[in-house]
């Protein structure tokens, strides 16, 4: 078969040797985690932040991340920085979105490629530059915390709609209620990051991430409602959920501060 030829009247592989990278812009792109877990107590969402330890933003809260090797997808960066941070494998691990502004880095030009992780069983054990903080997301305010180290970070949103197409979606802009936030744009893959868990919880499997392999149903509420903050009514939340989950027949004592035993259940298999 004669080979294709492009306008300047080349083959493939005539223009490949002549194809130089370096006449167009390369952005640098790198992953960063959302890594979510519950408190022991089912109390409040956790977040994993690491402290940066190299401008930019040195000394300041950032979501674990990295740049992504030549020799590596995007998930693959993202399940080996996940490893590397919570010694976890097999968990939930999905994208968010790809985040592009122009000036989201003051280095150069660099692309995040953003991945969400649910951990049933976070270790809180903390060291000077890697800590849970407590996560609380209400359409008024987003506010990170860790009492062992005395730091608060908080953020006023603004809840704004837009529409594409006939399709109306709700968005939040987040402004710093105090003198120091999360580094980059941090925030922003937060908000996209529970953004997204909200709208999939109902139909997807995700809350089950975030609890035990054995479970009661109070606790899977609480998880529920602590991603969505609202409460549920707690027969429609069983009819919602019976479809998915089996009695395993014995009995546990819920973690819920102040819980008694309940039936234990656990999600039937696929």
Known sequence: ???????????????????????????????????????KDYSSLKVLLVKRNEHPYIDRWALPGGFIQ????????????????THL????????????????????????????SLV???DET???????????????????SNKEKGIFISYTLKKESFQNGIVRYENFTAALAGKEGLAFDHIEIVIEGI????????????????????FTLPELQLVFELI?????????FRDMVSEKIVQTGNEKKSKIAGGRKSKEYMMKEI
Not at 91 to 97: A, F, G, K, T
């Open 195 to 214: 953004k997204k868990l909200r709208e999939q919880i109902f139909y997807g499997n995700q809350a089950f991430c975030l609890v035990e392999k054995t």
């Open 89 to 116: 494998r097999d968990v939930y691990l999905d994208q968010i979105y790809t985040f592009t502004k122009p000036d989201r880095d003051p280095r150069t030009r660099v692309m995040s490629i953003a991945y969400m």
């Open 70 to 85: 030549n020799d590596e997808t995007a998930y693959n960066a993202a399940s080996r920085i996940l490893q590397s941070k």
């Open 228 to 236: 969505l903050n609202r409460p549920l009514y707690k027969k429609s």
């Open 1 to 39: 078969m004669k080979a294709k030829k492009n306008t300047q009247a080349l083959s493939e592989e005539q223009f490949l040797k002549l194809y130089n990278p370096e006449d167009y812009i390369r952005p640098s792109v790198t992953t960063d985690l959302l890594i979510l877990g519950i408190n």
């Open 120 to 122: 049933s069983e976070p």
């Open 126 to 144: 903390s060291s000077d530059d890697e800590a849970w903080f407590n996560l609380k997301f209400t359409d008024q305010s987003i506010e990170l």
